[in-house]
């Protein structure tokens, strides 16, 4: 009902968090490993190394990411692989480079692009709208000072910049463009004959050498990922708050009195306008003429009053309230723009005041309603009172008990249980904690920040079982933990996944017979054409695959136009082999403008895309990027452990 009106303004940046750094946005803030640099070196970049504390906390990011993504059915297990590791450390050096080019070209980030940023970040909200409050809690959370974070954001906005501007700058032809376009519109009819692993099972006989030579040759999917059953012990505000003695009446009355203004209601007025505008970029005699005009309409107002409403809804440009006559409802101070709410404040009740000129143009104002100051009864505000009472006792002697519980945990470092006891506190405990966290639980602080997991996995806690000190992960909550079990990674012995490794070798075994089995009947088609057996005619095309996997839609359209009809064959999704008789092709001729205009900016985000793809990879190779470790090299295929050069630059 505001729209021309209210003071607030949208954050129109809300999507740059998202597209800058996800990274932290979702499930929390890492600040960089104040580590000692040396002799850890996995990568190096402009002559700088990159050390394995860097890649052990950008994998956990990529981690707490893809949790955010997924939710609960995530398993971290699957990215503790050396070519997930690969990744991180491949995606890392194209982070790094491009911060140092943005550094080399001075691409500058305002203060007030800056700001816009963090504000527009939904990880930072509360009740729709940033908060300070919020902000400083999920830094110290992390162990970020504000500094720290807001110069990673800056670095992480300027790399951003170089991408969008690579990206713009992409320009696709008209010719290709309409060449895309036949091609994604090209239709195909086809007919199936499938072929699935499941009519070969039978045929299959897994022997003992099989089984063994794939555990031999694929250890990896075997290994068991680093894990710890810990326990912890949780220190909160509200712990303390438990122990506070009630509040007496007497002392929550006295705190009413004395802070009456607190539990008021402010002064508020209702009130109807006209809106006359000069339209957008208006000149000057535009604006004369807006000003003419709610003068006239002004004096015809106040000639008649009854006939407000009518020519609010003839006249006014407001489009939230002009069909109502003008009525914006009930609002208090600082909820409409300074000129505006200076005249309706200056009103009495039914006075209709003099032109007022704001931002969105010029305003004929009647004030319909005023609700003076309130007071709430004190047995309305009681039970809050005494929780303010109580927070604020607290939250004096928090520091004190926080320091207890500090002193507790290092002075027994060999258990949790006295400083639950003196502190009357719970030991807790989880059964399989990883190096890349776990999850928060729902509406309760993150317990295992990534330096509590730092501490826990140190050699002080798990040669040793020492407690580690005490942590603040939040604001006003200190967590404690110690290793009760730790358990190293290795290989599950074959006797173990046996069962699993037969699985797999038999389902592998079908969908040989049966990719075979589709291969010979494919043959024999092309030397003598029938189709029985093949399924109902279908339309098929690049955009539209009716559920066929890539592959198979590619073998189907490679086909030369002139050469149909034709037989081709792909593999499917789970091991089915298809022969699929391709019958005719057909490009329509008429274009759709709306889907003809998507794809064309489709397309200009593809050619975007691979543009950003070379610019990354140019920047990296006049850096000097390398990975030092041949473990953590990428292969042309995305495999690791390649000593190629192309994987490390």
Do not use: C
Not at 106 to 123: G, M, W
Not at 366 to 392: C, K, M, N, Y
Not at 483 to 499: K, M, Q, Y
């Amino acid at each position: 009902m505001f729209d021309s009106v209210r003071t607030h303004r949208r954050w129109l940046l809300a999507f740059v968090l998202i597209l800058v750094f996800p990274s932290f946005v979702f499930t929390g803030i890492y600040g960089y490993s104040e580590f000692v640099r040396g002799g850890d070196e996995v990568a190096e970049l402009d002559g700088e190394p990159i050390v394995q504390q860097d890649l052990d906390a950008a994998h956990r990011e990529r981690i707490d990411r893809m949790r955010a993504m997924f939710g609960p059915q995530f398993d971290a297990r699957l990215l503790e692989t050396p070519q997930a590791r690969a990744a991180t450390l491949d995606g890392l050096l194209s982070e790094r480079a491009l911060a140092r080019q943005a550094q080399l070209a001075h691409v500058a980030v305002s203060e007030q692009t800056l700001r816009e940023a963090i504000a527009a970040a939904p990880a930072f909200h509360e009740d729709g709208k940033f908060s300070y409050d919020r902000y400083r809690r999920l830094l110290a959370a992390q162990g970020m000072a504000e500094v720290a974070f807001e110069q990673r954001v800056r670095v992480d906005l300027a790399r951003q910049m170089l991408l969008q501007a690579v990206a713009g700058s992409a320009v696709v032809p008209a010719t290709v463009s309409e060449q895309v376009r036949r091609l994604a519109e090209e239709r195909r009819q086809v007919r199936e004959f499938r072929f699935e692993p499941r009519d070969f099972q039978a045929r299959v006989a897994v022997t003992d050498a099989q089984i063994a030579a794939y555990y031999d040759a694929n250890q990896s999917e075997f290994r068991t990922q680093e894990s710890a059953r810990v326990e912890y012990v949780v220190l909160t505000l509200a712990d303390v708050a438990a122990q506070v003695p009630a509040v007496t009446e007497a002392d929550a009355r006295a705190y009413y009195e004395k802070n009456a203004a607190k539990f008021g209601q402010d002064e508020q007025r209702r009130a109807s306008h006209i809106l006359l505008t000069a339209g957008e970029g208006g000149s000057a005699a535009d604006r004369a003429g807006a000003r003419k005009k709610a003068q006239e309409l002004l004096a015809r107002v106040r000639a008649n009053p009854a006939q407000f409403e009518s020519l609010a809804r003839e006249h006014s440009r407001d489009p939230g309230s002009a069909a109502g006559g003008g009525d914006l409802g009930w609002f208090g101070r600082g909820m409409m723009v300074k000129p505006f709410e200076d005249a309706v404040f200056a009103l009495k009740e039914g006075q209709v005041g003099d032109v007022v000129e704001s931002d969105f143009g010029f305003h004929i104002i009647r004030l319909t309603g005023v609700r003076g100051a309130q007071a709430r009864p004190f047995a309305e505000v009681r039970s809050q009172i005494e929780a303010d009472l109580r927070r604020e006792a607290a939250g004096k002697r928090f520091a004190e008990v926080a320091e207890q519980f500090t002193n507790a945990v290092y002075e027994q470092p060999d258990s949790l249980q006295p400083v639950a006891d003196k502190l009357k506190l719970t030991v807790q405990s989880f059964e399989y904690l990883t190096r890349a966290g776990a999850p928060a639980r729902p509406n309760q602080p993150q317990i295992f920040t990534p330096r509590v997991v730092e501490a826990l996995f140190s050699p002080e806690s798990i040669d040793k079982r020492r407690n580690t000190e005490a942590i603040e992960v939040a604001s006003n909550v200190f967590v404690s933990a110690r290793v009760v079990e730790h358990r190293p990674t290795a290989v599950r012995p074959l006797a173990e996944v046996r069962d699993q490794i037969k699985a797999r070798v038999e389902r592998a075994e079908a969908a040989r017979l049966a990719r075979e089995a589709g291969e010979q009947k494919l043959a024999a088609l092309r030397k003598d054409a029938t189709e029985a057996g093949f399924g109902q005619t279908r339309i098929v095309s690049r955009v539209r695959p009716e559920g066929l996997p890539a592959a198979a839609v590619t073998a189907i359209m490679r086909v030369p136009a002139g050469q149909l009809p034709a037989f081709v064959g792909a593999e499917l999704d789970g091991g089915s082999y298809a022969v699929f008789r391709v019958l005719s092709s057909e490009i329509p001729e008429k274009v759709d403008p709306a889907q003809a205009h998507a794809q064309s900016r489709a397309l200009a985000q593809m050619f975007g895309g691979a543009d950003e793809v070379a610019y990354v990879a140019a920047v990296r190779a006049r850096l000097d990027a390398r990975v030092l470790r041949a473990e953590l090299k990428l292969d042309a295929a995305g495999e690791a452990g390649s000593d190629g050069k192309a994987a490390g630059k």
